[in-house]
């Protein structure tokens, strides 16, 4: 036990704590575009998967075939796919736009299933009351659906947010330096692999565990159910 | 000129044929009752007439126009002139009984707040409901929310209000006052379609009644014939079970 602490405290030098400073700021970054962008995006999915009306088909269809396409791709082929896609059109960008593109296509097609699956929870008599009363589809959702909506997307959503903060380690097989790949580094440095990925899962729950609280923290203010 | 006016209508669910050549005109300012069985198709020929269901054929029209059921600015124009009481209420379970009234005229005709909000007491206060402004409708009684979805519909000012056993919830106290909030409509020259099972009610208030079987209706005419001296069997039959009670 004497050994890993004198072998964390070796670790703990200014050079390595900016180095994995830089890569928890990398993995947030993943992260962030990935939920926030996806949830963006996503939303707008689920909104468009509920559009009616043969003008909107094209809309709908890409839709469903987005969503149903990257939500059964695993993560490391639409990260290859990407990273070979920018490169076979000749677009020098970094490993880095590599990794966010593809957190965002990821994150939007889960979170538009989250999303849309949270919109048609809430009863049909609430859509017919709206329209009746001339509502657009954007009043609708905005005013009456997504408001009780909430219970049923939050919890899946924060979910999956966790989830993602994970997955977004894959990114490193690409060559993006984020946390997991710092702890290869340390490892490759000559650390044992109990402290160096030890310091990573620390960072990795440091991520997490404030996530988890505020999804909660939500649900409990967002999610009070008044649906019957 | 008919307000009203619907011509050889007939809607289905998938495969299931509600509404078989439906034929009704309904004058400005006069009440038309719609009686009859469970799945005759008297709520269905309300929701036809707010756009909730497009006729396979047949025509709709208001004012004299014909409401293309695939063009949107028809539909919006005929929601524009039609408010509907659902029978389950329909309120919006995230907005207070005030916001549940005032949302549509100032979101969806744009009206003043305060001008909207002052209309909105004074239509909650007429139904009963003066105290509750502030509650959810999942805090009242069923009597008190299908209050509350008449006060919102008045409160969008329609000229036709289709009302869909709007006293099928309520306690027996509370009946009369919906009633008489009703009968003040009529006085008042409001065109309205009325559902019920309520025969004494649609007999006083109907200038016409049509007894309707099958999505057909049957038989129509002032509430005295229909009640006392029906042509059809059909109307006989269930007009007797009714009044046996």
């Keep these: 036990m004497g050994g890993f602490f004198s072998e964390l405290a070796s670790l703990a030098t200014y050079h390595n704590i900016v180095f994995l400073a830089k890569g928890a700021l990398t993995t947030i970054a993943l992260s962030a575009f990935g939920c926030i962008l996806g949830g963006l995006f996503g939303t707008l999915l689920a909104v468009a998967r509920l559009t009616s009306g043969w003008l909107s088909w094209p809309l709908r269809a890409f839709a469903l075939v987005f969503t149903e396409f990257f939500r059964r791709v695993p993560f490391l082929v639409t990260l290859m796919l990407c990273f070979f896609a920018f490169q076979f059109g000749g677009f020098d960008v970094s490993t880095l736009t590599v990794g966010c593109v593809t957190v965002v296509l990821i994150g939007t097609a889960f979170l538009a299933e989250i999303v849309r699956a949270g919109l048609q929870s809430v009863h049909p008599n609430q859509w017919h009351a709206a329209a009746a009363m001339n509502f657009t589809l954007l009043q609708t959702i905005r005013y009456v659906i997504l408001p009780q909506a909430w219970t049923v997307i939050l919890p899946p959503a924060f979910g999956f947010f966790i989830l993602f903060i994970k997955d977004s380690a894959l990114a490193s097989q690409i060559g993006v330096v984020e946390l997991t790949y710092v702890g290869k580094v340390f490892n490759n440095r000559g650390f044992s692999a109990g402290v160096s990925f030890g310091v990573i899962l620390l960072a990795y729950f440091m991520l997490s565990y404030p996530l988890s609280r505020l999804g909660a923290k939500l649900e409990k203010k967002l999610g009070t159910s008044r649906t019957r | 000129m008919a307000h009203l006016e619907l011509d050889k209508v007939s809607a289905a669910y998938g495969k299931l044929r509600v509404l078989d050549g439906i034929e009704l005109s309904v004058a400005k ?5 719609l009686i009859g069985p469970s799945g005759s198709g008297k709520s269905t020929i309300l929701r036809v007439l707010t756009g909730l269901l497009k006729p396979e054929t047949g025509s709709v029209r208001v004012a004299g126009e014909t409401i293309n059921f695939d063009k949107p600015a028809d539909i919006r124009t005929l929601r524009n002139r039609t408010a509907i009481v659902f029978q389950q209420y329909n309120l919006f379970q ?152």
Excluded: W
């Excluded at chain 2, 300012?29 to 009752?33: P, Y």
């Excluded at chain 2, 009242?140 to 869909?164: H, N, T």
């Design chain 2, 29 to 33: 300012g006069e009440t038309v009752g």
């Design chain 2, 94 to 245: 995230n907005l207070t009984v005030l916001e549940n009234v005032m949302i549509a005229p100032i979101k969806v005709h744009g009206r003043k707040r305060s001008e909207v909000q002052a209309e909105a007491e004074n239509l909650l206060e007429k139904v009963g409901l003066a105290n509750k402004l502030e509650s959810y409708p999942d805090q009242l009684s069923g009597g008190q929310q299908q209050r509350v979805a008449i006060a919102r519909g008045l409160c969008l000012k329609p000229e036709i209000l289709l009302l869909d056993e709007v006293t099928a919830a309520l306690d027996p106290e509370l009946v009369s006052e919906v009633l008489d909030t009703i009968r003040e409509l009529a006085a008042e020259g409001m065109t309205m379609v009325i559902v019920s099972h309520e025969m004494g009610f649609i007999r006083e208030i109907s200038a016409r009644v049509a007894f309707m079987a099958d999505g057909k209706v049957v038989e129509l005419g002032a509430p005295a014939d229909i009640f006392d001296a029906p042509n059809q069997d059909r109307t006989r039959d269930f007009v007797g079970k009714i009044l046996r009670h």
